[in-house]
T-cell receptor, first 117, second 114 residues
Framework: DAGVIQSPRHEVTEMGQEVTLRCKPI?????LFWYRQTMMRGLELLIY????????DSGMPEDRFSAKMPNASFSTLKIQPSEPRDSAVYFCASSLGLAGGFRETQYFGPGTRLLVL | KQEVTQIPAALSVPEGENLVLNCSFTDSAIYNLQWFRQDPGKGLTSLLL?????REQTSGRLNASLDKSSGRSTLYIAASQPGDSATYLCAVNTGGTSYGKLTFGQGTILTVHP
């Protein structure tokens, strides 16, 4: 398997523009996670899905952020409008969950480096 | 709210040394704990996962231990090599209604010099 795939790898945009980050999880994994990493706050979970359904979005910072998972092989994280403080590395991760609970390792993608000017 | 702390923040050792990285967490009711490695500009690579019922896990030169009651985990690296240089992150899964939700420490930056 190619692992978790994220695109784009780098994104530079201007304040106010819409940004869409994309993720393809490992085939067969039924959990998908979006994280954000900054120097100040470290790694933070934004939202995660189980079987394409959002389970916990308490980490989403504002209404400007939204995430979707239309099918088992694709998810998007959208920021509209973007602001300079959104500059960070955004990671997608996936894992194989077992019935009755989550036990498995999370596998991370390479990340998208976002710079909002 | 779960908080995860890693000590030291940075560590520099000569090649061949055995070393220990520390991780502590405030809520001992955890589901599992994971150690990750992150290379500069890259994503995270999972090293070891310890379930709450386990005391340790080993993979090659790596050994991770877990003491739930004291809220601590250690990552032991034997015979360190320059290729081990990276940031090591500890992450705790508190489980319950937060299945899958990992809380990360700030990491330990390890440098192994030849």
């Amino acid at each position: 398997d190619a692992g978790v795939i994220q695109s784009p790898r780098h994104e530079v945009t201007e304040m106010g523009q819409e940004v869409t980050l994309r993720c393809k999880p490992i085939s067969g994994h039924d959990y998908l996670f979006w994280y954000r990493q900054t120097m100040m706050r470290g790694l933070e979970l934004l939202i995660y899905f189980n079987n394409n359904v959002p389970i916990d979005d308490s980490g989403m910072p504002e209404d400007r952020f939204s995430a979707k998972m239309p099918n088992a092989s694709f998810s998007t994280l959208k920021i509209q409008p973007s602001e300079p403080r959104d500059s960070a590395v955004y990671f997608c991760a996936s894992s194989l969950g077992l019935a009755g609970g989550f036990r498995e390792t999370q596998y991370f993608g390479p990340g998208t480096r976002l710079l909002v000017l | 709210k779960q908080e995860v702390t890693q000590i030291p923040a940075a560590l520099s050792v000569p090649e061949g040394e055995n070393l220990v990285l520390n991780c502590s967490f405030t809520d001992s009711a955890i589901y599992n704990l994971q150690w990750f490695r992150q290379d500069p500009g890259k994503g995270l690579t999972s090293l070891l996962l310890i379930q709450s019922s386990q005391r340790e896990q080993t993979s090659g030169r790596l050994n991770a231990s877990l003491d739930k009651s004291s809220g601590r985990s250690t990552l032991y690296i034997a015979a360190s090599q320059p290729g081990d240089s990276a940031t090591y992150l500890c992450a705790v899964n508190t489980g319950g209604t937060s299945y899958g939700k990992l809380t990360f420490g700030q990491g330990t930056i390890l440098t192994v010099h030849p």
